[in-house]
């Protein structure tokens, strides 16, 4: 076994990775780029070593793994974790690469080479055409419609267009070859039929040296979004021990026509209805869902791999795999569902991560979430005896997370995991996009909520137990005591919340009607529509406890006095049952405000993600139109064209291309021209 691992790669994964050398006795060598001087990953392994030029540069982790004495480099997944050249450099500077022979990689990273090859071991594939050899209108046409097509070089889903008829054909090949030269270097396109209700299934497979190939069950990853997998599972609901024996044996010769070695995923389409499956692609490395496998099995696939690599045999035998209960993960993403899944950043202010179930995670308080790779923050994995209990545990693990200074895709996940479908295991690609208008509600912020951040203000500007009455900030006068307002600007405008009393001896909130506006009568009524409540706050630790009218609540809470997009900076978090809310005091005048700012707030014009102003299209004084693009901002490869919310003269614009800009951070304001 080797002494000391390289892990070329970041984040969770490597993470992940250094658990298991610490628990083998392998010392561990992370490398980082400069923009994960401070991550998790280098402060946990044994040596650290700065690339500078990034995780893509070979020449410098290889360096790096001779300089702290290495024998091994483990590649994660993502990066140059495929990358036939990278597995060559290692063997050449006399390192073991942990993963498969470069030519197995070449072989399946193709993948008209990589169907060509299983269909002449027998696995079946979907019927199809690829370039050069065919002409793939001809073949369209042959096949039938709809059709699918694919980069040979894609994965991830880039550049996949479907295409229900003839006449959307020659346009769509067109986008696709675009897509596939830009994104792989190579233009190169096939077509496959397309398989209606399909299900994504993949097997895993495990090979060794000596000619032992293994599978370890499957993983059902049919819940995506654009191709994306989001929330997996093992075993499938759907497979019978006979399908998953042949889609087994299947997968195995799969692995052994390209004579793998290491750990694989033989990725299948599933038609839901008959069960008939075709081979997809294959997966030439570990892949992101595989805990679900590892709970399920008993087995530590990272330490599998290390034990291929060093020329040990597979420990167990098809007929010793066994499958134990039911294992579900989920994938936490720093984006906003609410805004279409823009990606998001920022400082973590604040972490809870759920006790009993397995976490995967890259976060710590105090880290910042960037802008320079993928949003992937963490996973949670489930496990239970079935099915129904393990997507329990998973919805309770959820509500258990919280992470407040980024906004993150958790209560997505509560949403989607508890859908009546997936409970029932009525899966395939498409449910989440059919259902997304109920599994992301564009709901205000709850009562309860405005609630909580205007007694913390209150609470911080009132002390609770006045040295003198007389001087106590709180509003009394002679008669009764006034109601202090509280402006509270969210994702959805702004708030009035009115709030009098001490709020830790007891203090009454009036919370805004249906318009947003705290009410100007005395008269009473349910809180949530603009009556009084009656409350009380309490601080338990980092948490917040509030009582209103008789109902106590816990909140995570962490200030954010550096922007967190309020005009002011003084912007509250809470984060409660998986969801999260940033609430700024906002002041009469503050942009976006429409009493103070003359009717322009509606023209303030925001950045919906962290990124980097790519371009400017106007300039200040300009006139514009509502609708017509005002910059374009990219983050993690994403470009997003804003535009005017309004027709008027662009009033304001500080920033400029090439500028990096925090979510929510103004970009322009455009101001409504006044009528005569």
Known sequence: MFGTVLVANRGEIALRVIRTLARLGIRSVAVHSDADAGARHVREADVAVRLGGGYLDIDRILAA??????????PGYGFLAENPVFARRCAEAGLVFVGPPPEAIEAMGDKIRAKATVSAAGVPVVPGGAEPGDDLIEAAERIGFPVLIKPSAGGGG???????????????????????????GDAT??????????????????????????HLGERECSLQRRHQKIVEEAPSPLLDAGTRASMGAAAVEAARSVGYTGAGTVEFIVQGTTGDYYFMEMNTRLQVEHPVTELVTGLDLVELQLRVAAGEPLPLTQDEVRLRGHAVEARVYAEDPSRGFLPTGGRVLALREPDGVRVDSSLAEGGVVGSDYDPMLSKVVAWGPDRASALRRLDGALAATTVLGVPT?????????????????????????????????????????????????????????????????????????????????????????????LPAAGAEVRLPDRDGQAPSGDGAGPAEQGGIAHATLALDGDDLLVTLDGIRRRYVVARDGGGGG??????????????????????????????????????????????TVLVVKVTAGEQVVEGQPLLVVEAMKMEHTVTAPLGGTVAELPVRAGQAVDMDAVLAVVRRDERP
């Open 65 to 74: 793994a001779a300089a702290t004495g290495a024998q091994a480099v483990h």
């Open 189 to 214: 396109l096939l077509i496959e039929r397309f398989v209606e209700d399909p299900r994504h299934i993949e097997i895993q497979v495990m090979a060794d040296t000596h000619g032992n190939v293994v």
């Open 158 to 184: 880039k550049g996949m267009v479907l295409v229900r008829s003839a006449a959307e054909l020659p346009e769509a090949l067109e986008s696709a070859r675009r897509t596939a030269a830009a994104a792989f």
């Open 409 to 501: 895709n958790v209560a997505f996940l509560r949403a989607l995991v508890t859908h009546p479908e997936v409970v029932a295991g009525n899966l395939d690609t498409g449910l989440v996009e059919r259902h997304l208008a109920e599994l992301v509600p564009h709901e205000g912020v709850p009562g309860d909520v405005l609630a909580a951040a205007a007694l913390l203000l209150h609470h911080d500007r009132v002390p609770a137990v006045p040295a003198d009455p007389w001087e106590v900030p709180d509003g009394w006068r002679l008669g009764e005591a006034a109601w202090t307002t509280w402006r509270l600007e969210g994702r959805d405008g702004v708030a009035e919340v009115r709030v009098r009393g």
């Open 566 to 611: 309020g005009a002011t900076g003084d912007t509250v978090w809470l984060g409660r049952d998986g969801h999260t809310w940033a609430l700024t005091r906002h002041h009469l005048g503050d942009p976006g405000d429409r009493a103070g700012a003359g009717g322009t707030g509606d023209g303030v014009v925001r950045s919906p993600m962290p990124g």
